[in-house]
T-cell receptor, first 115, second 111 residues
Framework: GAGVSQSPSNKVTEKGKDVELRCDPISGHTALYWYRQSLGQGLEFLIYFQGNSAPDKSGLPSDRFSAERTGGSVSTLTIQRTQQEDSAVYLC?????????????FGEGSRLTVL | SQQGEEDPQALSIQEGENATMNCSYKTSINNLQWYRQNSGRGLVHLILIRSNEREKHSGRLRVTLDTSKKSSSLLITASRAADTASYFCATGKAAGNKLTFGGGTRVLVKP
């Protein structure tokens, strides 16, 4: 596709349920990032992929959060046993570079609401 | 705490006026970037300035970087209602692989 695609755009779930958020980066981009943005706040780094490996997962808030990337392309962020504090917009970005020296291309985000 | 902190948190101006916002950071950087986010949308890259550069222009945007003060400014000249958005600075380290974002400045341009 022309840009970074994220799905679902909106997800409402009940506390305790698991959710999966998907990111389809720009074709050929080797680096992929997940960020979280709470209402009216800045972006909180979650995890970075280079190809299929995740050399930096230091931002994952707890072991309920996990992410994987397959085929050097699509990535899935999974949140198990969701809590109300997980409510936020989850943003995915990709970059053709493997270091923080270039711009990131962001998707529109997945808005998660945990009731 | 955030690597980049924007100031002010919110700014309201009339169309045609200039908007200036600042970003401060704590550690050494390889580059500093500015992004715009319209309400409910993803972030869009505006401009990147490298640590060995002091000023950069792109259309109505002017960015300065002072590495001795660990600060940057973004100036939007002759603002338009369409410039209404949140603006974020983000820093990248030479040995790092991620951008660290600040809390953003919300800009409202009144027609």
């Amino acid at each position: 596709g022309a840009g970074v695609s994220q799905s679902p755009s909106n997800k409402v779930t009940e506390k305790g349920k698991d959710v999966e958020l998907r990111c389809d980066p720009i074709s050929g981009h080797t680096a992929l990032y997940w960020y979280r943005q709470s209402l009216g706040q800045g972006l909180e780094f979650l995890i970075y992929f280079q190809g299929n490996s995740a050399p930096d997962k230091s931002g994952l808030p707890s072991d309920r959060f996990s992410a994987e990337r397959t085929g050097g392309s699509v990535s899935t962020l999974t949140i198990q046993r969701t809590q109300q504090e997980d409510s936020a917009v989850y943003l995915c970005a990709s970059s053709p570079r493997d270091r923080s020296t270039g711009e990131l291309f962001f998707g529109e985000g997945s808005r998660l609401t945990v009731l | 705490s955030q690597q980049g902190e924007e100031d002010p948190q919110a700014l309201s101006i009339q169309e045609g006026e200039n908007a200036t916002m600042n970003c401060s950071y704590k550690t050494s950087i390889n580059n500093l970037q500015w992004y715009r986010q319209n309400s409910g949308r993803g972030l869009v890259h505006l401009i990147l300035i490298r640590s060995n550069e002091r000023e950069k222009h792109s259309g109505r945007l002017r960015v300065t970087l002072d590495t001795s003060k660990k600060s940057s400014s973004l100036l939007i000249t002759a603002s338009r209602a369409a410039d209404t958005a949140s603006y974020f600075c983000a820093t990248g380290k030479a040995a790092g692989n991620k951008l660290t974002f600040g809390g953003g400045t919300r800009v409202l341009v009144k027609p």
